[in-house]
């Protein structure tokens, strides 16, 4: 007798069922497969989708709550890159989403909401990131969010509940109206299963909706002392706009609340950098690269050295100690980078000769370093150096 046909296809076509399943024991990360399927687009708000992306290969997903990948892009015949957090929860290993808020203006958020689709394949590095709770495991957490924001936090709240955690969370998100609060039904869906999961969210006004029950304006501390009686003794974690950040950090600064348990992240770096400068603190061993013989670093300490770039033709000279996309930037060169600590990858180039000692923080794959690729923004020169860019 004939079989009935099998009811599903199977994920990849490439690959039969048994081997599909087979390899989702092996985890994903871009050293192993740089490139990504979307599978999915979701509108999430006006102005917000998520995207979820799925490997070829059926490898697996590991990563902590609250990670970010970076997508490199081909743009208009620019390869462009940028972060994004991974929004969907690690115990779905078998995707990764990100949500995407367009930003006006923006190059590649408007690309992505105008042109990635189900079947496309886009190059991801990562995951990378600090900012998550698995490293701070806490009772009772605060996580506050504005815009975009949102997205660790919501993989953090997705993870605990599907673990059935549990923890004491109180959520607070802001947005502009009650249409832009990104992940809402969810939310309460989360509050409603999970009983130490609160959720609070504040508008800045009420928008088209006449039936708004909710708090409008902005986060103040009688509000959070409203919301969450007991912030103090909560594990803070936040993510939002530059002046909602700051907004935050005041008014746990005027409450005195213990730095010890607040995190944050920034999705514009250069402003958490100003902000704070003790993350420039370098945090991994050094590389060398380069196939020249080069100084030693500490020869090379008193020297400038010339570095040449050899698709605008220009050549500047970076001092001895000096990050190459900082001398650049100083000499008037406009280089792509990102969070200017070698995390994202958006400023890696082709060194074609010459030599660097760099100090990255996973922005770049152990492949590409061997194949000759550094970050700008995290290499000092020991020699004179010529850079394709
Ligand atoms: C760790 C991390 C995680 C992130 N996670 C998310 C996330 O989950 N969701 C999300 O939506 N975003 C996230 N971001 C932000 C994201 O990486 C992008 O920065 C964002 O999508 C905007 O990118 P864009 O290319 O659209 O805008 P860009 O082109 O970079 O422009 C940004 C702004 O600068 C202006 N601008 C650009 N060029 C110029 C110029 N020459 N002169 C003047 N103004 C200019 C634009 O008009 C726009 O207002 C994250 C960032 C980081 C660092
Ligand atoms: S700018 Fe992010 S790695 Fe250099």
């Known amino acids: 007798m004939m079989r009935d046909a099998a009811p599903f296809e199977p994920v990849d076509s490439r690959l039969t069922q048994p081997q599909f399943w087979g390899a989702l024991a092996t985890r994903w990360t871009s050293d192993v497969e ?3 399927v979307c599978c999915q687009v979701r509108q999430e708000t006006h102005d ?9 290969a059926g490898h697996t997903f590991s990563f902590e709550p609250g990670q970010f990948i970076t997508l490199e892009l081909e743009i208009d015949g620019e390869t462009i890159n940028r972060c994004y957090t991974i929004s969907s929860s690690p115990t779905r290993p078998h995707t990764i989403s990100i949500t995407v808020k367009r930003v006006p203006g923006g190059k590649v958020s408007n690309w992505l909401h105008d042109n990635l689709q189900a079947g496309a394949a886009v190059r991801v590095l990562g995951p990378a990131g600090e900012f998550t709770c698995a490293r701070h495991p806490a009772r009772r957490y605060l996580f506050l969010s504005a815009g ?11 993870a605990h509940h599907e673990l059935s955690e549990d923890r004491d969370i109180v959520f607070v998100h802001s947005a502009r109206t009650p249409d832009d609060i990104i992940f809402a039904r969810e939310l309460d869906l989360i509050a409603a299963n999970q009983g130490n999961f609160r959720t609070s969210f504040v508008c800045e006004r009420v928008g088209t909706r006449t039936n708004w029950p909710g708090v409008t304006g902005f986060l103040t501390l009688p509000l959070l002392k409203l919301i969450a009686p007991d912030f103090m003794e909560r594990e803070i ?3 939002g706009p530059a002046p909602y950040m700051k907004a935050v950090r005041d008014l746990l600064g005027e409450a005195r609340f213990d730095q010890q348990h607040y995190h944050e992240e920034s999705f514009s770096f250069e402003t958490l950098i100003e902000e704070s400068p003790e993350l420039l603190e370098e945090v991994t061993p050094a590389v060398i690269v380069g196939d020249e013989p080069g100084v030693a670093p500490d020869e090379a300490a008193t020297q400038a050295f010339a570095v040449t770039f050899t698709r605008s033709n220009r050549e500047i000279v970076c001092g001895p100690q000096q990050h190459v996309l900082d001398a650049a930037r100083q000499a008037g060169v406009r280089l792509p980078a990102s969070c200017t600590q070698g995390m994202c990858g958006t400023c890696k180039v082709k060194l074609v000769s010459g030599q660097v000692e760099m100090k990255h923080n996973g922005g770049i794959r152990q492949r590409e370093i061997d194949q000759g690729m550094v970050l700008l923004c995290c290499s000092k020169p020991l020699t004179d150096l010529v850079v394709e860019k």
Do not use: A, H, N
Request: hydrophobic fraction near 40%; proline fraction near 8%.
């Open 237 to 239: 974690f936040t993510c």
């Open 148 to 158: 975009s924001g949102i997205t660790p936090l919501m993989s953090m709240s997705r």
């Open 34 to 36: 740089e490139t990504l």
């Open 48 to 56: 917000v989708k998520s995207f979820f992306f799925r490997s070829p």
